[in-house]
């Protein structure tokens, strides 16, 4: 029997994941009734094609995939150097439900989990360096019953720089690519007492208020306050 379970409840439905077979001869799919539950549920199996494979480059053009059966995932691969900065934006998705993982070339997950919703839903992997050099994946788990399609683009992420004084004119700080930070320096001394603000001004399909975060960085690159 396949024996991974998949809870169902009504008006909702059940799933189990796409599972390759070890032995040959006959499997039996089984419906047990939560408790003292009575009705009828109407169960399809799957015949699941490999996973689709497609490839990319930092800051190259993005690439759409599409499932077309329940349990298909969706790799897209790219090559990169080692302390190379990238982040990964999905747009368009029409799953109902993804997962989006970020692997190294030996196939260890270095950034995500996080949560794709469809329909026309996004997904994002903030920015990070790449410890290693080598092949490395963007795993696209469809986590329910749905098929669909996602648009995937990997970024090339430089941070942007500029100066800023304390008491001087307020600073634009600009970024253009997902996943870009924008470090504005200046100098200070032992015993000074600053603060910042940010205006709620960034755009996008974005969650929440838009503005992003601050961080304070003493001269030896550790964190003295964030907001």
Do not use: C
Request: glycine content about 12%.
């Amino acid at each position: 029997s396949i024996v991974q379970p998949a809870f169902a409840s009504a008006p909702g439905g059940g799933y189990l994941d796409v599972m390759t077979l070890s032995q040959q001869g006959t499997h039996t799919v089984v419906v047990d009734p939560d408790v003292w539950a009575v009705g009828s549920a109407t169960v399809k199996l799957h015949n699941v094609p490999g996973d689709l494979a497609e490839t990319t480059t930092p800051g190259g053009d993005p690439v759409t995939v599409t499932t077309t059966a329940p349990g298909q995932n969706a790799v897209v691969s790219f090559t990169a150097s080692a302390g190379q900065r990238v982040s990964v934006k999905l747009n368009g998705i029409t799953m109902a439900a993804t997962t989006v993982r970020l692997r190294r070339p030996d196939g260890a997950t270095i950034a995500g989990p996080v949560n794709g919703y469809g329909p026309s839903g996004f997904a994002f992997l903030d920015a990070i360096t790449l410890p290693s050099a080598g092949v490395h994946t963007i795993l696209v788990d469809t986590s329910t019953n749905s098929t669909g399609s996602a648009t995937v683009k990997v970024h090339q992420v430089a941070d942007a720089t500029g100066p800023i004084a304390p008491d001087g004119s307020a600073t634009a700080a600009v970024n253009s690519v997902p996943g870009q930070n924008v470090a504005l320096s200046f100098e200070g001394v032992a015993g000074q007492r600053v603060s910042a603000t940010i205006a709620p001004s960034l755009t996008g399909d974005v969650s929440g208020s838009g503005q992003g975060t601050l961080y304070l960085l003493a001269p030896n690159g550790s964190q003295l306050g964030s907001a």
